[in-house]
């Protein structure tokens, strides 16, 4: 009984590390695709090219929104309203409003203060 028990317990932890793995994995490339668009849509501002604002702010909206519905999924308010300021923000920039990049950089640091510990998710 004593031994089944362990190994329910072993199983048991190693598929949570699993899960854990998995959704770190998935959510990096998310954090990646926003972080890349990010340089390129802010140059594309400063160089006024319009169609690389565009193409780059979409990017960003997009892989916010699936940050936000990440957070949405783990009750963390907090980040998810981060998420979804720095996706409103980049759908502005998008349509052609710059001053709503203005709005972006503070979303990165406030969320990453409640959200990071070094460069991984706070335990
Ligand atoms: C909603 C919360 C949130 C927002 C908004 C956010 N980040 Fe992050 N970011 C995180 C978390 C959490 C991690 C750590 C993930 C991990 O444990 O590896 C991270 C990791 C990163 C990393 C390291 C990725 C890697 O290679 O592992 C970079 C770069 C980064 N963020 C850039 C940005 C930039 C740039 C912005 C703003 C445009 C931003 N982040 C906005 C939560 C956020």
């Known amino acids: 009984m004593r031994r089944i028990s362990i190994f329910v317990s072993v199983v048991l932890f190693c598929s949570v590390g699993l ?3 998995d959704e770190l994995a998935s959510y990096q490339g998310m954090m ?10 802010r140059k594309a501002v400063a160089d ?11 990017k960003m909206a997009s892989a916010m929104d699936d940050i936000a519905k990440f957070w949405a999924g783990k009750h963390n308010a907090d980040a998810q309203k981060f998420a979804e300021t720095a996706r409103d923000a980049a759908k ?7 001053s709503a990049l203005a709005k972006i950089g503070p979303t990165c640091q406030g969320c990453h203060a409640i959200t990071r510990a070094g460069n991984d998710f706070k335990k």
């Open 19 to 21: 899960i854990a793995q």
């Open 32 to 41: 990646k695709a926003a972080a890349g668009a990010n340089g390129p849509m």
């Open 48 to 58: 006024k090219d319009a169609a690389a604002v565009k193409a780059n702010a979409e």
């Open 92 to 98: 502005a920039v998008a349509g052609g409003d710059d």
